[in-house]
């Protein structure tokens, strides 16, 4: 029995669409006609190894996605060997013949060897040495404010230590929750220069709109309004209807990316730091949430000022300086996103049960704060 | 120099984890040799006549006097207690274990050093100038271009299996002092309008049994576009080297076969179209490397001279070593001095421990804690204060490196051959030894002047005989060890390949054959003349005659 191993995430392949086969002498009309074959009949390209190291394969690879922009599957056959693993990937493989199925754990340590890579590739699984230096950089004074604002509990104090520690723009993106709710109160309380705004998706409860307004007549200050792109939106509900969401977590991502991710990443763009109201006692995703990280996705200090407080912290300290917060949070709402996606929870249920309940459990973020490890770069 | 941060020091601890599993899995058989091997001299693990040799990269032959202290330790504690510089910068640790190699490698690695790449077929470690920094005809610090290079090249994931190995030399200087014509890219820096410089890329020379000198592929690339012109050139040649016949398979033959124009159009055509893929360095990450090649704040410290002159002229073979072993510098108060490894009798570029320790010593004292190698198998210390001179030669004097022979006929380049090497025809220390006692007399091979003599143990070359003005080849006639005579190579900027001056001769005959052929130069040349240009002039008919007789 003839196995595989799937290069991007290093298990048996379980996927087995016929091949189109194509020499590693191949000139480019030869490797044109290969690659309308297999897009036409959903193959994959097969590039065999005469053996292991006749490295013509890497090069083929190579000019299949980088040349022909092909997207389907790249499959070595013959005389590969695992501690090619990362070299086939990073030149543009997907999937590698196994000689048998218990040779995969050595593709898989093959696959784990290294963390970095010094050249830019087809396929960049790996941290780059041209961004590590801003990334080396950036763990450490990361590593360095955590540290300060672990030193305290007063929510005052750690949002001046951020002030103190971060040289250039600090962002606040607030929900109007009451984490954010508190975060604004203690930002206001310390004097600091924030540069404080809210995602209005267009699709908030009134609720969430009149707590905006009542927050700010409340301290006397302007929280910018960001909205999502008219275009985008266009482009979305033209797809996928207005409430496209329902139909799919695909649908319902693109629409939390063009009404959130984006606007909030444009927000972001040249900021030094950004500051959130996440809290380890939020949800089981949430429970390893640091005081302070190096974000290398968007290349800032992203802190959590609230993250070891516990729920009882967080009521006692809205209570003892009267912090506005948005009536829902009393109607048993305690994470309020979008209306359409939000419902009341029951007592004892998870903080976090009533966003997109008709979902499953794993993997319910907005994609606002959960990044998935990207393999792919085509 | 180049120091390593986190990013690079995690590098090689996950490749140094990679390679002892790889030797577990050698040692518990689930690795066959011929799997074994390419990953092997992917970390520079030959296996040799005796034992195996391990060669450690010396990126573009720069070392600290930390690294060359721990090189000396690993000399004493795995091998025989000596190492042999390289004709590519490098040092060979001739008599490892197999199970100790890991080890050698985690004790490298504590000081920034590794051996990858350092063998097998993949870009091999960049060499450069070994005068980069201090020589006063530089342009450009080739430095941190052979680092940029060394980063690109380190584990690539198309280019880690080629037809065949793959040398890069670069040199940043008007003067040639890296062989960049006998390299399979060879880089010169050139200046270009307005203060600027920029690459010209030479292609397809080297040794061997097929030796061509590089021709010139590119006249002038910007710096900023030196990685992705490098990858169009590999490209081309990854596809479409020879691949059936080991002797055929370097990027020398593919070009030569196809020829330079349209190797060059394939490589253009590539190059077009890869040039937005960002494979060149962002700017602020050549800058982040660039900034590790700051020049060494030197102190002005000018020299006594009526002090100096007095020392000379008290000791001739401390005139003697300022004459051949003392270099100008940028700086007129500094100088570039050679240390060489040559003195009679010695193997050429074998070094000792504690020689290695001594060099340190003296690197620290009097230049600033960098030592460089060169390809010709000596160490250079670039930036000595003059004023220091006669303390450092009085330092050495104690480890006996003193001699003032660089460039003489001394000066051998020498491949490890036959005492070693599994591909040698012929022994080439034993012969660079009796070269050396023969002209051991400093006056006479100073009265012969500037002389390259190189010796290979074999068709492949390393020993460079090619490019020497003498070469001597070491061939197999009929199970005797004879020696091949070659005049007229030069590897400098009048790159050239010496031409076979007769029949091969044996051993013993071998120090007459050159005393002869250097007895025929000094009758035939002009005033100051070299002996490149008396060669060039009078031709190869009076070296045959004072070599065979006139009845050849």
Same mark, same amino acid.
């Given at each position: 029995m003839e196995h595989r191993v799937d290069l991007k995430t290093a298990?048996?392949?379980?996927t087995s669409p016929g091949v189109t086969e194509l020499a590693v002498t191949a000139n480019r009309d030869e490797r044109t006609a290969a690659v309308v074959e297999a897009v036409l009949h959903g193959k994959a390209i097969a590039i065999p190894f005469a053996?292991?190291?006749?490295?013509?394969g890497f090069s083929i690879a190579h000019l299949l996605r980088s040349d022909h922009g092909f997207r389907g599957e790249v499959r070595a056959t013959g005389h590969v060997i695992p501690d090619q693993a990362l070299h086939l990937l990073r030149a543009g493989f997907d999937t590698a013949n196994v000689v048998?199925?218990?040779?995969l754990f050595h593709w898989q340590s093959s696959l784990a060897h290294?963390? !970095?890579?010094?050249q830019k590739a087809v396929r960049n699984p790996l941290m780059q040495r041209r961004l590590a230096t801003q990334r080396i950089k950036g763990e450490q004074r990361a590593a360095a404010l955590s540290e300060k604002i672990a030193k305290t509990r007063d929510l005052t104090q750690r949002v001046r230590e951020i002030a103190d520690s971060v040289e250039g723009r600090i962002t606040f993106s607030t929900s109007l929750g009451k984490e954010d709710q508190a975060v604004l109160h203690a930002i206001v309380s310390a004097g600091i220069d924030v540069d404080v705004f809210t995602l209005d998706?267009?699709?908030?409860f009134p609720e969430t709109l009149e707590t905006l307004e009542r927050t700010e007549k409340h301290y006397g200050i302007k929280i910018r309004v960001v909205t999502p792109d008219p275009m985008d939106l266009e482009e979305l509900i033209a797809h996928? !209807?207005?409430? !496209?969401?329902?139909?799919?977590v695909n649908s319902r991502k693109a629409c939390c990316m063009i009404r959130k991710v984006l606007p909030l990443n444009r927000s972001l763009k040249g900021a030094a730091a950004w500051i959130t109201g996440l809290r380890?006692?939020?949800s089981a995703e949430r429970?390893?949430?640091?005081?302070a990280v190096w974000d290398a996705d968007l290349e800032l200090i992203k802190t959590s000022p609230?993250?070891?407080?516990?729920d009882g912290e967080l009521d006692a300290y809205i209570k003892a300086n009267d912090i506005p917060v948005n009536p829902l949070h009393d109607q048993g709402y305690p994470s309020i996103g979008c209306e359409p996606c939000t419902r009341a929870v029951s007592p004892g249920?998870?903080?976090?049960?009533?966003?997109?309940?008709?979902?499953?459990?794993?993997?319910?973020?907005?994609g606002l704060h959960g990044r998935e490890r990207r393999l792919e770069v085509a | 120099m180049y120091r390593y941060d986190e990013f690079d020091r995690d590098f090689l601890s996950d490749r140094n984890r990679e390679f002892r599993g790889q030797v577990e899995r050698r040692l518990a058989g689930q690795l066959t040799e011929d799997e074994f091997k390419p990953l092997r001299l992917m970390n520079g693990l030959y296996l040799q006549l005796h034992a195996y040799m391990l060669r450690v990269a010396i990126p573009y032959g720069v070392l600290s006097t930390r690294q060359l202290r721990q090189l000396g330790m690993i000399a004493r504690r795995w091998d025989k207690g000596f190492g042999h510089w390289t004709t590519r910068q490098n040092i060979q640790f001739n008599w490892v274990k197999l199970v100790d190699v890991p080890d050698i490698l985690e004790a490298l690695a504590e000081v920034d050093m590794h051996a990858i790449q350092?063998?097998?077929?993949c870009i091999r470690n960049v060499t450069a100038?070994?005068?980069?920094?201090?020589?006063?005809?530089?342009?450009?610090?080739?430095r941190i271009w052979a680092e940029i290079l060394r980063q690109w090249s380190t584990n690539h994931p198309e280019f880690t299996f080629l037809p065949r190995k793959f040398k890069i030399a670069i040199t940043g200087a008007?003067?040639?002092?890296?062989?960049?014509?006998?390299?399979?890219i060879g880089i010169r820096i050139v200046g270009g309008p307005n203060g600027t410089f920029g690459f010209r890329i030479y292609v397809g020379g080297g040794q061997g049994r097929t030796p061509y000198v590089a021709q010139e592929i590119k006249d002038f690339l910007p710096p900023d576009q030196l990685l992705s012109y490098l990858e169009a050139m590999l490209r081309i040649y990854n596809l479409?080297?020879?691949?059936?016949?080991i002797y055929k398979a370097r990027i020398k033959i593919l070009v030569n076969a196809i020829g330079i124009d349209a190797y060059r159009t394939q490589v253009e055509e590539e190059w077009e179209r890869i040039?937005?893929?960002?494979?060149d360095l962002p700017a602020d990450e050549a800058a982040r490397i660039r900034?590790?090649?700051?020049p060494p704040q030197l102190q002005p410290m000018p020299v006594g001279h009526a002090a100096f002159s007095k020392a000379r002229a008290q000791d001739s073979g401390f005139d003697r070593w300022v004459r051949h072993n003392v270099l100008p510098h940028k700086n007129p108060d500094y100088a570039i001095v050679s240390i060489a490894f040559?003195?009679?009798?010695?193997?050429?570029?074998d070094a000792t421990a504690e020689e290695m320790e001594r060099v340190a010593d003296a690197a620290d004292r009097y230049s600033g804690g960098e030592v460089r190698v060169t390809y010709t198998q000596n160490l250079i210390?670039?930036?000595?204060?003059r004023a220091d001179l006669a303390d450092l030669y009085e330092d050495l004097k104690a480890t006996g490196?003193?001699?003032?022979?660089?460039?003489?006929?001394?000066?051998i380049i020498a491949c490890p051959g036959l005492d070693y090497c599994n591909?040698?025809?012929?022994?080439?220390l034993p012969i660079a030894q009796d070269i050396t006692e023969r002209f051991a007399e400093p006056e006479k091979a100073e009265a012969i002047g500037e002389l390259r003599l190189n010796i290979s143990?074999?068709?492949?070359?390393c020993g460079h005989h090619h490019s020497g003005h003498i070469g001597i080849l070491g061939v197999d006639k009929k199970g005797t060890e004879h020696y091949q005579i070659t005049l007229g190579?030069?590897?400098?900027?009048?790159a050239a390949i010496g031409d076979i001056v007769g029949p091969s001769f044996p051993a013993e005959e071998v120090p007459d054959a050159i005393e002869k052929i250097v007895d025929t130069y000094l009758a035939q040349r002009?005033?100051?003349?070299?002996f490149l240009a008396t060669y060039a002039r009078v031709g190869a008919d009076p070296f045959k005659e004072a070599l065979y007789g006139t009845s050849r």
């Open positions: 298990a048996l392949s379980q053996k292991f190291n006749d490295g013509r048998n199925a218990e040779a290294y963390k !970095g890579a010094y998706t267009l699709r908030h996928d !209807g207005e409430f !496209g969401f329902r139909t799919s380890r006692e939020q429970a390893d949430v640091d005081h609230l993250a070891d407080w516990t249920e998870d903080p976090r049960a009533g966003r997109w309940w008709w979902e499953n459990e794993d993997g319910k973020e907005c | 350092t063998s097998g077929n100038d070994p005068f980069a920094g201090a020589a006063a005809d530089e342009i450009e610090d080739p008007l003067e040639d002092r890296a062989a960049i014509a006998f390299h399979d479409h080297g020879r691949r059936d016949n040039r937005g893929e960002e494979i900034a590790h090649f700051a040559k003195e009679p009798g010695r193997p050429p570029g210390l670039p930036n000595v204060a490196l003193v001699a003032g022979n660089t460039g003489l006929i001394t000066d591909l040698a025809n012929a022994r080439s143990g074999c068709i492949n070359a190579g030069s590897p400098g900027d009048d002009r005033d100051e003349e070299g």
